[in-house]
């Protein structure tokens, strides 16, 4: 562009007062001068609507200048047209510049509120929402057009648009921000990608497991979770709550002793007080409708589903009832729940899974029953005398009583006891054999 010529104007200071001080000098103020008319040339000057157009002989304006812009005209005759003016016309040569825009690239929203900054004022301006993965979504791109104040210049903080698009849950989007000012002039396209639109609150999946000694229990998300809706922060013990429904242990608190964390699994430690008996089920919840979020901001449901865990039973089995046959050749033993020669809940007992003894008196018996035979939780008719089969064995005092010992085998849940320890004095268990001697004279 060529440089304009500048007229120098002299402004002198108004008469002062006399006094010790030198007067001012003149201000001095440099303007350019008005650009020359230009002439109509050509079709210019023809008859008619002339649209819009820079004309041949169009002047070098000033970026930011406020003009008037005077029409004169004369035709053939000589006959001078009246001149029409228009008033304040700036002339703007500067883009209007899009900055600080959100959502940042590669995040996930549950909304669709952006927020931007604007240089300056626009005439228009539109924000586009275009599919690149996730879900399919038929009606992308999503054009919301920019009304009021959201045409202002300044920063707007993040916000829905007053013509928001209806999105897709699971898509991924490109977001652009595009605007052009009064004067035409367009500002370069801001975009951000990788925006995932996610409305699915976290949930708590069929992956619950429970340590084998019931200490901790092991929770799996279906995504990652955090405990602000900003999608940051680490889970704390605080944001879970456990309960426990049957059985009869209990727990020590609502709220776990411990947390830690392997991606998306959460493994929550925890007291009772008794002994589990395998009838307990433990429930697992968020701590409160505030406490889990995802990425997006939504907030985990205290409602779930697939958040309960059975506790492993850690109550041995006992014996709860015996009977010695009248020729004292079976012993039926009754106990308290299922019981197998292994510790996986299965195998049923052998006559090897028992050993015998006795004391006392003059009758004797082999180590090894004979025979045995199982109705329920009766091992009956253990031929010779009887132990159970978690390994009870039989010995006889010296009134013919028979005391139970403890051995090796295990309930349906793997529990063992330890061998030959003596029942507890009142046990029910014990059992006199009958007499089989012949009377004497």
């Known amino acids: 562009m060529s440089a304009l010529p500048l007229r120098l104007l002299v402004i002198n200071p108004p008469?002062?007062?006399?006094?010790?001080?030198?007067?001012?000098?003149?201000?001095?103020?440099?303007?350019?001068p008005p650009p020359p008319p230009a002439a109509l040339a050509g079709t210019e000057l023809n008859a008619g609507a002339r649209g819009s157009a820079a004309l041949t002989n169009a002047p070098t304006l000033v970026n930011g200048t406020i003009y008037t812009i005077a029409f004169n005209g004369t035709d053939a005759a000589g006959n001078t047209a009246t001149q029409v003016s228009v008033t304040s016309i700036t002339f703007d040569t500067t883009d209007p510049v899009i900055s600080s825009v959100s959502p940042s690239t590669s995040s996930s929203?549950?909304?669709?509120?952006?927020?931007?900054?604007?240089?300056?004022?626009?005439?228009?301006?539109?924000?586009?929402?275009?599919?690149?993965?996730?879900?399919?979504?038929?009606?992308?791109?999503?054009?919301?057009?920019?009304?009021?104040?959201?045409?202002?210049?300044?920063?707007?903080?993040?916000a829905v648009l007053t013509n928001a698009p209806t999105l897709v849950n699971g898509t991924i989007y490109t977001i652009?921000?595009?605007?052009?000012?009064?004067?035409?002039n367009a500002a370069?396209?801001?975009?951000?990608?990788?925006?995932?639109?996610?409305?699915?609150?976290?949930?708590?999946?069929?992956s619950t497991t429970i340590a084998s000694d019931n200490s901790t229990a092991t929770v799996t998300f279906s995504e990652a979770v955090f405990d602000t809706n900003g999608g940051?922060?680490?889970?704390?013990?605080?944001?879970?709550?456990?309960?426990?429904s049957g059985g009869v242990a209990t727990l020590g608190a609502a709220t776990p002793t411990s947390i830690s964390i392997s991606g998306n699994a959460y493994t929550l430690g925890f007291n009772l007080s008794g002994t589990p008996t395998g009838a307990e089920t433990l429930r697992i919840v968020p701590s409160s409708a505030t406490a889990i979020y995802d990425a997006?901001?939504?907030?985990?449901?205290?409602?779930?589903?697939?958040n309960t865990i059975t506790l492993n039973d850690q109550l041995s089995p006992t014996v709860s009832g015996t009977t010695v046959a009248s020729d004292n050749t079976t012993i039926a033993v009754t106990f308290s729940e299922a019981v197998y020669n292994t510790t996986g809940g299965s195998g049923a007992l052998e006559v090897s899974d028992f050993t015998l003894s006795i004391s006392g008196g003059t009758a004797t018996v082999g180590s090894t029953p004979s025979?045995?035979?199982?109705?329920?939780?009766?091992?009956?008719?253990?031929?010779q005398a009887c132990v159970d089969p978690t390994g009870y064995g039989w010995t006889f005092s010296n009134q013919g009583v028979p005391a139970l010992d403890r051995g090796a085998q295990g309930d349906s849940g793997?529990?063992?006891?330890?061998?030959?320890?003596?029942?507890?004095?009142?046990?029910?268990?014990?059992?006199?054999?009958?007499?089989?001697a012949l009377p004497l004279v």
Do not use: C, M
């Open 296 to 306: 997006a901001g939504n907030a985990a449901s205290t409602s779930q589903s697939n």
């Open 232 to 244: 940051s922060g680490a889970l704390e013990a605080t944001d879970f709550t456990l309960s426990i």
């Open 109 to 158: 929203v549950n909304t669709t509120a952006v927020g931007y900054t604007l240089s300056e004022a626009i005439a228009s301006g539109s924000v586009v929402w275009t599919r690149t993965g996730g879900t399919a979504d038929g009606n992308s791109p999503h054009t919301a057009a920019l009304a009021g104040t959201e045409l202002n210049t300044g920063q707007r903080a993040s």
């Open 15 to 32: 008469p002062s007062p006399p006094r010790a001080f030198a007067p001012l000098p003149p201000v001095l103020r440099f303007e350019p």
């Open 371 to 383: 025979s045995i035979s199982i109705s329920g939780k009766v091992d009956g008719r253990l031929r």
């Open 188 to 206: 370069t396209e801001v975009s951000v990608t990788g925006i995932t639109f996610d409305t699915t609150a976290p949930t708590i999946i069929a």
């Open 414 to 436: 793997g529990h063992l006891k330890g061998a030959r320890r003596p029942l507890d004095a009142g046990d029910p268990r014990p059992r006199s054999l009958g007499s089989s």
């Open 176 to 184: 652009a921000f595009n605007g052009t000012d009064a004067g035409g």
